[in-house]
C-alpha cells in the first residue's frame, strides 16, 4: 500500500500509542511484588532501628548491593532514596555552592560539561536547569570522541566535566571500552580545576541475553592516581519498583569527605525500610537471575522493533544488547517531520531534538524509540504507525 494511503487508514484507527519514555512495563514491576509483601525487623542485625532518623549514607547491607549493582567496591557507595537524579541534582548543587576543592561552580564566570551525543535528555535538562553550559561531543560506539574531548578540554577551560552512561548508553545502547574510559580518566583527571566524569551507570546489570560486563572505573582510576575525578550513580529504578527504588552514589574517600555535610544539610537520612526490603529480597532472589526474568519480558519487544525496521529499510538504527532504547537514524532534515507525522496518529515519541543539548539535533535526524512500557501488540500497532511515518516522510523530501 503506498504510504500516504497506508496514513489515511491509520489516521482513522484514533490509536493512543507511547514510545516516550525507557520505562518498565506492569509484567516487569510484578517480578518484584513479593517484596511489596516483606515484612522487614524494626531492628537491623546491628541493633538499629530502622524506623528512626539516621544512617546518612544508608545501610551497610544495602551500600553492599549498590557494590553489586554498580561493579566497584561497597566502600565507595552510599544508598540514598528512591532517585538516582536527585543524587546527580545533590551532587551538581554541592558543586554550585561549595565546589569539590577547587572553588564552587557557581562563582565562576562560565561553567561547562561536555555532553556525548546523541545522550540523555535528563542530563541536558539539569545541566540547563543550573545554569550549566553545555557542549556536545560525539560518540563513537565505544564512548565518547576521544581525540574531540581532549581538544574541547585544552581550548576551553571553563569545561569542569563530562556525562557518561557507560553501558547501553540511553539512547545508541553502547558500550564505553576500557581504552576510552583510561582516555577520559587521563584528560580529566589531569585538569587542575578538579574535572568531574558523571558516571551514570544506570544500566549496569540490564542485558538482554548474556552479561555483558562492564570495567570498572573505579579500578583503573584508582591504579591511574585519578579516583578523585569519578562520581558514579545508578539505582534499583530499573531492576524493582520505578516509583519505590534506591538510588546510589558512589565516590572516593576524599570525595565523600568533602560531600558529606553538604549533603547531611540536605536530609536526615534515607527510608532504611525500603533499604532493608531491597537487602532481604536479593537474599532470597538473585539478583542476576531476577535481570534474566526482566530480559525475557522485554528481548522480545527489542526483537520486534529490530524485525519491523528491517522490513521498512529505511534509515539506520541501533541493535543494542541490553538497556532500554533503540536510535533511529533517518536522512537529514526528517526527525521532526517523522514525529509530527506519528503524532497526528496518536503515536508520541520523544520530541525532535531530545537527544542534544538544549533540543537542538542540528542534522534533524535522530529519534529515540522506547519499546519496553507497552505490551507486544501495542508495540507492533506503534511500530506500524512508525514505519509508514519513517516511509512518508522519505517519500515527500
Known amino acids: 500500500m503506498e504510504y500516504s494511503a497506508k496514513f489515511e487508514e491509520l489516521k482513522s484507527k484514533n490509536l493512543s500509542l507511547d514510545l516516550t519514555r525507557g520505562k518498565p512495563s506492569s509484567a516487569q514491576l510484578d517480578l518484584s511484588n513479593a517484596m511489596g509483601e516483606l515484612m522487614v525487623k524494626n531492628l537491623d542485625k546491628d541493633g538499629l532501628d530502622l524506623r528512626n532518623y539516621g544512617e546518612i549514607t544508608g545501610l551497610a547491607s544495602c551500600r553492599k548491593l549498590g557494590s553489586q549493582i554498580l561493579g ?7 544508598a540514598g532514596g528512591n532517585s538516582s537524579l536527585s543524587l546527580m541534582s545533590q551532587y551538581l548543587s554541592f558543586l ?10 557557581g562563582a565562576q564566570e562560565r561553567v561547562s560539561v561536555l555532553c556525548p551525543v546523541p545522550g540523555y535528555d535528563r542530563h541536558f535538562k539539569l545541566c540547563e536547569t543550573f545554569g550549566i553550559n553545555m557542549i556536545p561531543v ?5 564512548g565518547p570522541n576521544l581525540e574531540e574531548v581532549k581538544r574541547l578540554v585544552d581550548e576551553d577551560k571553563s569545561i569542569r566535566g563530562i ?11 553502547e558500550v564505553y571500552s576500557k581504552k576510552n574510559m583510561e582516555g577520559l580518566l587521563d584528560i580529566f583527571g589531569k585538569s587542575d580545576n ?17 552479561q555483558l560486563p562492564l570495567d ?14 569519578v562520581v558514579e550513580f545508578g539505582s534499583t529504578s530499573k531492576i524493582t519498583f520505578a516509583g519505590a527504588g534506591i538510588g546510589f552514589i558512589a565516590m572516593s574517600k576524599a570525595n565523600q569527605a568533602l560531600f558529606l555535610p553538604f549533603y547531611s544539610a540536605l536530609m536526615i537520612g534515607p527510608d532504611k525500610l525500603n533499604q532493608a ?9 538473585d539478583l542476576m537471575e531476577h535481570m534474566k526474568l526482566h530480559a525475557e519480558i522485554i528481548r522480545p519487544k527489542f526483537e520486534l522493533v529490530e524485525r519491523q525496521l528491517k522490513s521498512l529499510g529505511l534509515g539506520s538504527w541501533t541493535s543494542p544488547k541490553g538497556g532500554y532504547f533503540v536510535l533511529f537514524e533517518s536522512e537529514k532534515g526528517l526527525a521532526r517531520k517523522i514525529i509530527s507525522y506519528a503524532s497526528e496518529l496518536g503515536l508520541k515519541l520523544t520530541p525532535a531534538g531530545s537527544t542534544h543539548p538544549y533540543g537542538v539535533d542540528e542534522d534533524d535526524k535522530y529519534i529515540r524509540l522506547a519499546p519496553t512500557a507497552c505490551s507486544l501488540e501495542e508495540l507492533e500497532a506503534a511500530m506500524e504507525v512508525f514505519s509508514c511515518c519513517v516511509g512518508l516522510a522519505y517519500t515527500q523530501g
Open 72 to 78: 566497584c567496591t561497597e566502600d565507595l557507595v552510599w
Open 96 to 105: 554550585l555552592v561549595e565546589g569539590n576543592g577547587a572553588g564552587p561552580w
Open 138 to 142: 560525539p560518540l563513537t560506539g565505544e
Open 163 to 173: 556525562w557518561c552512561v557507560p553501558k547501553y548508553s540511553n539512547p545508541t545502547g
Open 194 to 210: 578538579k574535572s568531574v566524569i558523571f558516571w551514570d551507570n544506570a544500566y549496569a546489570v540490564h542485558d538482554l541475553s548474556d
Open 216 to 229: 570498572d572505573i573505579f579500578d583503573i582510576a584508582f591504579k591511574r592516581g585519578h579516583e578523585d575525578c
Open 277 to 285: 526490603k531491597h537487602v532481604r529480597f536479593f537474599q532470597e532472589n
